[in-house]
């Protein structure tokens, strides 16, 4: 075991106890893995302790960190059956060359087109469970696990609530995603109302309305899960502000996505995705910054994400900055 405080290995039959002093929480013969495991996941998906994320967030972490040591073993599984199959084939052991090059090749396909399996989704919110109780995860303060803002701001008048300025409204999909993005303070920083579909938080869809009654050009934006179907942007902005859709048709309304084109060119979506084996990939799959990077852009230049990203300079970006490792 790793010690995630002096960052020593530690033996198991040596106890639950570092030398350090530090009380591991995690007994690896039982879960798989240790506490450094678990710290690492933490402080790379909230950049070190800088960002606010979501269960999601933290499980595409996990998962994606699967996908690289599959690949990690595939790659070794290659190079040995390079070296071992042509000396089985010269050694006269056709039927074991014959055999490694067919283990070779589904390993080669699998590590492309599959990830092995990742840890099961409910066995991991477990952990995470037991890691939160245990008080000795810091970076999980952090974690955003229900919707937290059905109330305004007690501190201040509630106009001090918009002195950002309203320059775009943001409609997401889960309420949770709401605190996402407002724990982060992307609404203050794009100068947007951040609500949800359900119209939570209420005192911020009525704002909207109000808004959006005062400037017709006001620009609308639908950010949402991939499904296999989706309603109209119109009908998502409709179902936020609890009125006909009839009534807002007037009103311009941009779907930012998330589409299957999108997470085909946002790599390490499409690795998650066919990891959980899953026709719906969360938004929130991806880390917050990066998301914070490409909705910033989409909302200054009022484009959906495909859009942005059938660009050449974002489609190699992702090859590099995109990654989760």
């Given at each position: ?41 933490v402080a790379k998906v909230s950049s070190k302790g800088e960002c606010f994320f979501t269960s999601d967030q933290l499980y595409a972490v996990e998962v994606l960190r699967g996908v690289r040591q599959y690949r990690r073993t595939s790659l070794m599984l290659v190079v ?124 911020i869809a009525n704002y909207a309305k109000q808004c959006l009654d005062e400037r017709v050009d006001l620009p609308v934006f639908t950010l949402h899960d991939l499904a296999p179907t989706a309603p109209h942007p119109t009908t998502r902005l409709a179902r936020a502000l ?84």
């Amino acid at each position: 075991m790793k010690c995630p405080r002096c960052q020593k290995s530690h033996k198991h039959f040596a106890g639950m106890k570092c030398g350090c002093g530090y009380q591991f929480v995690l007994d690896p013969k039982e879960c798989g893995f240790g506490d450094a495991r678990i710290a690492a996941t933490v402080a790379k998906v909230s950049s070190k302790g800088e960002c606010f994320f979501t269960s999601d967030q933290l499980y595409a972490v996990e998962v994606l960190r699967g996908v690289r040591q599959y690949r990690r073993t595939s790659l070794m599984l290659v190079v040995a059956t390079g070296v071992v199959a042509p000396l089985a084939w010269l050694g006269g052991l056709t039927w074991l060359a014959l055999a490694l090059g067919v283990v070779c090749a589904i390993a080669v396909f699998k590590s492309f087109t599959g990830t092995g399996q990742p840890t099961d989704r409910e066995r991991w919110d477990a952990i995470i469970d037991k890691a939160l109780a245990s008080g000795s995860f810091p970076g999980l303060s952090k974690l955003l696990r229900r919707p937290e803002l059905g109330e305004p701001p007690k501190a201040g008048p509630e106009p001090d609530l918009f002195d950002y300025g309203v320059e775009r409204i943001l409609i997401v999909e889960r309420d949770l995603l709401v605190d996402l993005f407002v724990r982060n303070e992307f609404h203050a920083t794009e100068r947007c109302l951040v609500l949800s579909e359900s119209g939570y938080p209420s005192y911020i869809a009525n704002y909207a309305k109000q808004c959006l009654d005062e400037r017709v050009d006001l620009p609308v934006f639908t950010l949402h899960d991939l499904a296999p179907t989706a309603p109209h942007p119109t009908t998502r902005l409709a179902r936020a502000l609890g009125r006909p859709a009839s009534e807002l048709r007037r009103h311009k309304v941009v779907d930012l996505g998330l589409t299957s084109e999108t997470v085909k060119q946002m790599r390490p979506l499409a690795r998650y995705s066919r990891a959980i084996g899953s026709d719906r990939t969360p938004l929130d799959a991806l880390p917050y910054l990066q998301l914070r990077g490409r909705l910033a852009t989409c909302l200054a230049q009022g484009l959906a994400l495909s859009a942005l990203l059938a660009e050449r300079t974002w489609a190699s970006h992702d090859s590099s900055s995109m990654s989760f490792g």
